[in-house]
């Protein structure tokens, strides 16, 4: 029987690109999306469970969560990826800042926190080691001026991985994955491209498969948990 890997944010780019490898890799995909983008009949056509799930709304996430406990004994793993990308107003930052920061510290931080509380049994009940893994993003630890808020709740994100492997240790193995510039969006332009391939030692788009290749890494790890893998290009050095 297929080991069956929960993900969060399955509707598009990393999220759609992992749950493709993964279902090819012969693993159970249980996954979320906001939106239901024509892609996902792919998805589900491959065996995928698609749940629709809205994590700014209570309800929905407390409903989500009860179809899993019912429907699911045991979770080979659960991969954080349901995100949100909200700037402060370029004018005047105060001006909806309760509102942008209650909703990143919700989809980046709540979110993570209650599924792995509600979940951990399902993780801890199978025969071999399991994992959560954070996909969290290189401005956690630079922080950002124009996205102070999505910033820190992917720092807050980060420090939950250090207090859910210790509190689940040796059983699950939590850990981050941190990227930089993985694929430009369609509508981005050649100014922001160049600017944005500056900021790395390595001027490129790492791609989905970088991080989904993190992913299986830590998957089959015996020995790594609580940790950040970095895959940012070198920016930090520059």
Same mark, same amino acid.
Not at 158 to 162: C, D, E, M, R, W
Not at 168 to 178: E, F
Not at 209 to 220: A, P, Q, R, S, W
């Given at each position: 029987m297929s080991e069956t890997i929960l993900i969060t944010g399955v509707g598009k780019r990393l999220g759609f690109a992992l749950a493709q490898r993964l279902l090819l890799d012969g693993y159970k995909v249980l996954g979320t999306y906001r939106s239901d983008y024509p892609q996902l009949q792919r998805l589900r056509e491959n065996g995928a469970d698609l749940q629709h799930v809205d994590f700014y709304q209570q309800k929905s996430l407390e409903g989500f969560l009860n179809y899993v406990s019912q429907e699911y004994k045991t979770l080979r793993a659960i991969i954080h990826n349901a995100s949100d990308w909200k700037p402060e107003n370029k004018k005047d930052?105060?001006? &909806?800042a309760p509102q942008i920061m209650s909703q990143m510290m919700t989809i980046h931080a709540t979110v993570p926190y209650l599924v792995n509380l509600a979940l951990k049994d399902h993780l801890m009940s199978g025969n071999k080691t399991s994992d959560i893994i954070h996909i969290s993003d290189y401005v956690a630890e630079k922080g950002s001026k124009k996205h102070i808020a999505y910033a820190a709740s992917k720092a807050a994100l &980060?420090?939950? #991985?250090?207090s859910f492997s210790a509190m !689940?240790?040796?059983?699950?193995?939590? &850990? #981050? $994955?941190?990227p930089a510039l993985l694929k430009f969006n369609e509508h981005d332009d050649e100014i922001y491209k160049t600017k944005a391939l500056q900021k790395a030692l390595?001027? #490129?788009?790492?791609? +989905?498969?970088?991080? $989904?290749?993190? $992913? &299986? +890494? !830590?998957? #089959?790890?015996n020995y790594m948990t609580g940790r950040t893998l970095h895959l940012d290009g070198g920016r930090h050095l520059k």
């Open positions: 930052p105060a001006e &909806n &980060n420090n939950l #991985t250090l !689940l240790a040796p059983k699950v193995k939590v &850990n #981050t $994955i941190s390595i001027p #490129t788009e790492a791609g +989905f498969d970088e991080v $989904i290749d993190g $992913i &299986n +890494f !830590l998957l #089959t790890s």
